[in-house]
T-cell receptor, first 112, second 110 residues
């Protein structure tokens, strides 16, 4: 049973470009969470999704950030017009209903 | 109210020592308290978790102690090894999203 798969592992974008981060949850998991980790800091919640629904987006910046989890395919975290402050590691986690969350290896975004 | 405070920020012990990492929370709605281990360049991996109906849980060399009245919980690592050197995060949740502590960087010297 494959774990949570995130790609790409590393992503470099110039300021103003768009970043698209993908997350495939573990088989049988229908809950997906995105977290952001700045260097030397803890993980901060961004958004919680179930298939085709955003359940809690209270941790998402109001502008430039969006997330989706379509009926088919991976969950996508999209950052438009990236700025240097968006440089961080972005982690996806998945769970079945009310069970422990398992994390992917993360996508390390560098904005140059 | 949503914060989880973790200490110490960093910790150095000798092989065989028992590092202890502490966390405190405010939100009494939290009902699930996991600990994660993270190695550089990797994602957090679930180590052990506890719910507030028990005061202690042990899995291998890892033990969580939970004090509901004080709203505190801690991780103890018995017979620590150099391979345990990593960053440890406590977390808390009340259903779905996890609220993480700031992390403790543990170094176990040979």
């Amino acid at each position: 049973n494959a774990g949570v798969m995130q790609n790409p592992r590393h992503l470099v974008r110039r300021r103003g470009q768009e970043a698209r981060l993908r997350c495939s949850p573990m088989k049988g998991h229908s809950h997906v969470y995105w977290y952001r980790q700045l260097p030397e800091e803890g993980l901060k919640f961004m958004v919680y999704l179930q298939k085709e629904n955003i359940i809690d987006e209270s941790g998402m910046p109001k502008e430039r950030f969006s997330a989706e989890f379509p009926k088919e395919g991976p969950s996508i975290l999209r950052i438009q017009q990236v700025v240097r402050g968006d440089s961080a590691a972005y982690f996806c986690a998945s769970s079945a209903s009310n069970t422990e969350a398992f994390f992917g290896q993360g996508t390390r975004l560098t904005v140059v | 109210q949503q914060q989880v405070k973790q200490s110490p920020q960093s910790l150095i012990v000798q092989k065989g020592g028992i590092p202890i990492i502490n966390c405190a929370y405010e939100n009494t709605a939290f009902d699930y308290f996991p600990w994660y281990q993270q190695f550089p360049g990797k994602g957090p991996a679930l180590l052990i978790a506890i719910r507030p109906d028990v005061s202690e849980k042990k899995e291998g060399r890892f033990t969580i102690s939970f004090n509901k009245s004080a709203k505190q919980f801690s991780l103890h690592i018995m017979d620590s090894q150099p391979g345990d050197s990593a960053t440890y995060f406590c977390a808390a949740s009340s259903g779905s999203r996890l609220t993480f502590g700031e992390g403790t960087q543990l170094t176990v010297n040979p």
